[in-house]
């Protein structure tokens, strides 16, 4: 499985926070009034959209960048493609229409049907790949001035799709276009599954959904063709539960990336069963003076710990009837045994079992010791465990390293309060006494304490919601799986940031690791059959937590290490802003923040945003309704 692990030198405990760096709005930020206004309104189906297609909705990106030449491209109200150039003579952005797209017509045996956002990628900076929105590809050759040459113009059809009485085209949204070989372009395109008419029927009554990934394969150099619309190549096709998030080619492994909230298995498999809550997991309807909280006890965590600058503490409870002789403990520079024999044990309270297990950092193994404190008036005595830290004033996150990673150890949040390290002990009788009794075990006292970066101001639930889960799917060219997949598997991650588009080639995200932000960068294989493998190369301390703060954030970008960017969406009444996180270096108690407005209250909501690099340095583009925003000079 690909491993998003982090790399301990690289993370900051002793981070506090960002301070703002100004950034002059005047010196950074022109903008353009637009004579061809995009919209973010869609032509779509009578049928009520479903979550997933909201979703992708929101944070479709209306602006095509490419990178080279300064050129981006975006659709207007009216179905026309602009082609605006940044690295003109003039230094002032030039508008051209290059190309009209035919006019959506609504349709009776359409009206299930919901047509896409009109989308854009360049393949290279004089050929563009442009989706209606409504089924159909056309491939413009752009020149230097007046409007582009149609090189193809195609539709995307299927058969197996019996919503209608015969084949219509079927909406799509296009996301990617690379060179396979150099007489092979292949795109990669989305688009909603409806499949038959009575499944579609039920998928619309619960908004539920499937989606399609399509690969589409074009001859290169691409010849002129008639205006006749012709139907795709399609080299393969996947199916999944979401619009990709995104998608790519690594031509080192020869293989496409899809990154989703599923999985995209190949369209012949049976879709995954649906998730069916156990008898524990089912949260039953409160009936009138029901206390069903008070009902259900809560197991507290395995252990409890706290730290000084130079030692953890981890307190551990075992029965009081435990011998001295049945616990093991072994100390190594950088990972802890602690095994417990016998059958000591109270029903439901396992008993605590760690081989070799990772710390989070280094420990003085000569220094570090044991304890084991019965006393006799508790059912459960402590065992304590006194580690030395190997690096002083170096913050543990956690006392183990797989600590809330899938697969790892449970997540035990620290004890800030040393008095209250051991009512863990307490705690657990009142479990016990629960399990017999059906009485109520509120209190813990489990500490209550938070990193010192969100003392008092941590929300879990709002906190938890920040990212995106994304399940990596790896297609071979042809459209099999990869060679190499049996020992590698689907994996996962919470995405906090993807590249910003027009930043350039390869792939990154930064991942969600606690309240931090971890940059991952794909690695490029030394030979096709390479495992794929994912470098941690910096952190953007507590980005997660600021993340939270903001509820109207329409895109979250990062420009390689150097920052992360979120943009709000705005409105017509008031300008968003864009906040830029920067990265710090490891050991690094402050980071920079600094803050720019896209709109001015006149510009309209964010609907696309991409970046170039020039002479002077990189570049921001904004699209909104109203405006096209520049922004120089950053970073």
Same mark, same amino acid.
């Given at each position: 499985m690909s491993s998003f692990t982090p790399n301990h030198a690289l993370l900051n405990p002793k981070f506090e926070g960002y301070k703002l760096e100004v950034i002059s709005q005047e010196d950074a930020v022109t903008r353009f009034g637009l004579e061809y206004r995009p919209t973010q309104v869609a032509n779509s189906g009578r049928s009520p959209l479903s979550f997933k297609e909201v979703q992708s909705r929101i944070t479709h990106n209306h602006l095509a960048m490419e990178n080279s030449s300064g050129?981006?491209?975006?659709?207007?109200?009216?179905?026309?493609?602009?082609?605006?150039?940044?690295?003109?003579?003039?230094?002032?952005?030039?508008?051209?229409?290059?190309?009209e797209l035919a006019a959506p017509i609504s349709a009776p045996a359409a009206a299930?049907?919901?047509?896409?956002?009109?989308?854009?990628?360049?393949?290279?900076a004089g050929t563009a790949f442009v989706a209606d929105g409504q089924g159909a590809l056309y491939i413009l050759a752009l020149r230097a001035e007046g409007t582009a040459a149609t090189l193809g113009s195609f539709e995307l059809s299927d058969s197996t799709q019996t919503l209608h009485p015969a084949p219509t085209p079927i909406p799509f949204r296009i996301h990617c276009v690379a060179k396979t070989s150099d007489t092979t372009a292949v795109a990669l395109l989305s688009s909603r599954f409806y499949g038959d008419s009575e499944a579609s029927r039920k998928s619309m009554t619960s908004h539920a959904s499937e989606f399609d990934v399509w690969a589409a394969r074009f001859s290169v150099p691409l010849p002129s063709q008639n205006d006749n619309l012709v139907p795709l190549d399609i080299l393969w096709r996947r199916r999944g539960q979401d619009v990709p998030i995104f998608t790519g080619y690594d031509n080192s492994r020869k293989c496409y990336l899809l990154a989703g909230s599923s999985v995209y298995r190949e369209v012949g498999q049976p879709a995954p069963p649906s998730y069916e809550p156990s008898p524990d997991e089912m949260a039953p309807i409160p009936r009138l003076d029901e206390k069903l909280d008070v009902e259900t006890p809560q197991r507290p965590p395995p252990y409890s710990w706290t730290q000084t600058s130079d030692t953890v503490t981890v307190a551990f409870p075992l029965p009081a009837t435990t011998p001295t002789s049945s616990i093991k403990v072994t100390f190594s520079q950088k990972t802890l045994t602690v095994h417990v024999r016998g059958t000591f044990h109270v029903e439901g309270v396992p008993l605590p079992h760690y081989s070799a297990k990772q710390l989070w950092d280094g420990i003085q193994t000569s220094t570090s010791v044991w304890t084991w404190d019965r006393e006799g008036e508790h059912s459960f005595g402590l065992l304590t465990l006194h580690l030395d830290k190997q690096s002083e004033d170096t913050r543990w996150m956690h006392v183990f390293a797989s600590a809330g990673t899938p697969g790892g150890e449970e997540e035990v949040p620290e004890t800030l309060d040393p008095s209250e390290l051991y009512l863990i002990r307490e705690s657990l009788e009142k479990y016990t006494e629960a399990l017999q009794s059906g009485e109520d075990m509120s209190g813990l006292g489990l500490g209550r304490g938070v990193p010192a970066l969100a003392q008092g101001e941590v929300d879990e639930e709002v906190d938890f919601s920040v990212g995106r889960v994304a399940f990596l799917t790896w297609v071979g060219e042809d459209g099999g799986i990869p060679v190499w997949s049996s020992d590698f598997g689907d994996s996962a991650c919470?995405?906090?940031?993807?590249?910003?588009?027009?930043?350039?080639?390869?792939?990154?995200?930064?991942? &969600?690791?606690?309240?931090?932000? /971890?940059?991952?960068? *794909?690695? #490029?294989?030394?030979? @096709?059959?390479?495992?794929?493998?994912?470098?941690?190369?910096?952190t953007f301390s507590a980005l997660a937590f600021v993340l939270a703060s903001?509820?109207?954030?329409?895109?979250?970008?990062?420009?390689?290490?150097?920052?992360?960017?979120?943009?709000?969406?705005?409105?017509?009444?008031?300008?968003?802003?864009?906040?830029?996180?920067?990265?710090?270096?490891?050991?690094?108690?402050?980071?920079?923040?600094?803050?720019?407005?896209?709109?001015?209250?006149?510009?309209?909501?964010?609907?696309?945003?991409?970046?170039? &690099?020039?002479?002077?340095?990189? /570049?921001?583009?904004? *699209?909104? #309704?109203?405006?096209? @925003?520049?922004?120089?000079?950053?970073?």
């Open positions: 050129r981006c491209l975006y659709i207007d109200s009216e179905h026309r493609v602009i082609l605006v150039d940044l690295m003109n003579d003039s230094h002032t952005p030039s508008f051209t229409v290059v190309y299930q049907v919901h047509h896409e956002y009109p989308s854009a990628v360049f393949l290279d919470n995405v906090l940031s993807i590249d910003l588009p027009g930043s350039g080639p390869g792939a990154s995200m930064v991942v &969600k690791n606690g309240i931090d932000g /971890t940059l991952f960068t *794909l690695d #490029e294989a030394q030979t @096709v059959g390479s495992l794929p493998t994912w470098t941690h190369g910096a903001k509820r109207d954030t329409r895109f979250t970008y990062h420009v390689s290490s150097k920052a992360v960017l979120a943009f709000e969406n705005g409105s017509k009444d008031r300008g968003g802003n864009v906040y830029i996180y920067r990265g710090g270096r490891s050991g690094q108690i402050w980071a920079k923040q600094s803050v720019l407005k896209v709109g001015d209250g006149s510009a309209g909501s964010l609907l696309g945003v991409g970046t170039f &690099k020039m002479a002077q340095g990189q /570049t921001i583009v904004c *699209l909104c #309704e109203n405006e096209l @925003v520049v922004m120089h000079n950053i970073f």
